[in-house]
């Protein structure tokens, strides 16, 4: 009886994790330095992680389909996070492009466009191949077609970063907004836990 | 006689677009900056005659370019897109486009696009008839 218990309850658990589909790393990664900034001269660099709670989501502005949809999803996932942490805690969202090329001048305004206080930014290639590797990402530009036009692939996951700076988590869409938001109370929570001891 | 074969021609284009009979409803675009260069439209989809029918082209009112997409999550997370040339729907069979799957990708717009706006599709099907539906510009499948 017990064992059958615990194996609905594995089941269960199960099922929930691959909604949230969020993974928590066995050990937290430190980040290298990096520099993105937009044209509307807000900047991201290693030192904007330090004492807050930070998703980085890598794409490009062309990306009909996959982007949006994540950039609209995280936007609900953060607006029921704040319901649950303290507002210093509410992670902010930065859009990393991988196409600076036709990107850099309406990247910020493109995150913002899903939330006010989500920063898009991009930068040199050195740069983005260093936080793509970095978070165990991946993007590669495609050949253009007749019209000049190229897509982009990229990882549809998103990285969560800690306040001291390292990559703890990843998530992968859809964002179920409370399960998200429920993934992200409980990592915080461990966080200090481990800070603490 | 001339009227007489324009009038049978009608009569039988008529006859033709209702045996071709998929219906295309809840059609909406995904909201994004004003500016983007790229959107996805989506729509649900049933033929509800009793013959195949393929989705061999579409369009959009005020881009240049429209294309059948899909999106696929490969098994180390990586999105990939790539076009659809045909569709093909089994007699009384429907499907249902979201976000993350298959797509009307929209590219290079006249001029930018706001939300709320409605903007017409038209689907070309394999028995040449053409399918009309109106897409609103909305953040979500049942959202404003």
Redesign the interface.
């Known amino acids: 009886m017990i064992r059958s218990l615990a194996a609905a309850f594995f089941l269960s658990a199960t099922a929930a994790m691959a909604q949230v589909q969020g993974v928590e790393l066995d050990a937290p990664v430190e980040l290298p330095a990096f520099m993105f900034s937009n044209t509307d001269g807000q900047t991201f660099t290693e030192a904007s992680l330090d004492g807050q709670w930070t998703i980085v989501m890598f794409g490009f ?6 982007c ?2 994540t950039l ?1 999803n995280l936007e609900q996932a953060i607006s029921e996070t704040a319901l649950r942490v303290r507002p210093d805690n509410v992670p902010k969202v930065v859009f990393v492009s991988v196409d600076p090329a ?1 990107d850099g001048e ?1 990247v910020g ?2 995150a913002a ?1 899903f939330h006010p206080e989500f920063i898009g930014v991009t930068g040199e290639r050195e740069m983005i191949d260093r936080l793509v590797e970095a978070t165990d990402s ?1 993007y590669r530009l495609l050949k253009p077609d007749h ?1 000049g ?1 190229y ?1 982009v ?5 998103v990285s969560v970063i800690s306040p001291d700076g390292a990559l703890r988590a990843k998530l ?3 964002f179920d907004p409370g399960m998200t938001a429920e993934f992200l109370a409980r990592l915080q929570i461990k966080y200090r836990r481990e800070a603490t001891n | 006689m001339k009227q007489i074969t324009a009038l049978a021609l009608a009569a039988f284009l008529a006859t033709s677009a209702h045996a071709g009979d998929i219906a295309a409803t809840s059609a909406w675009i995904a909201d994004a900056p004003p500016s983007a260069m790229t959107r996805a439209a989506y729509l649900t989809l049933e033929n509800e005659s009793d013959t195949p029918i393929g989705i061999v082209a579409v369009s959009a009112e005020g881009f240049g370019m429209a294309h059948l997409h899909e999106s696929k999550m490969k098994e180390d997370g990586v999105m990939m897109m790539h076009a659809v040339h045909q569709l093909e729907l089994a007699p009384g069979t429907g499907l249902q486009m979201e976000p993350g799957g298959l797509h009307i990708m929209l590219m290079h717009p006249e001029k930018p696009v706001a939300k709320g706006e409605s903007i017409k599709l038209t689907l070309t099907l394999s028995d040449n008839t053409l399918v009309e539906v109106d897409a609103t510009v909305q953040a979500g499948p049942g959202e404003s």
């Open positions: 502005n062309s990306c009909p389909d996959v949006p949809f609209a036709r309406v305004e493109y466009y991946f019209t036009f897509d692939q990229h990882s549809s996951a992968q869409p859809p």
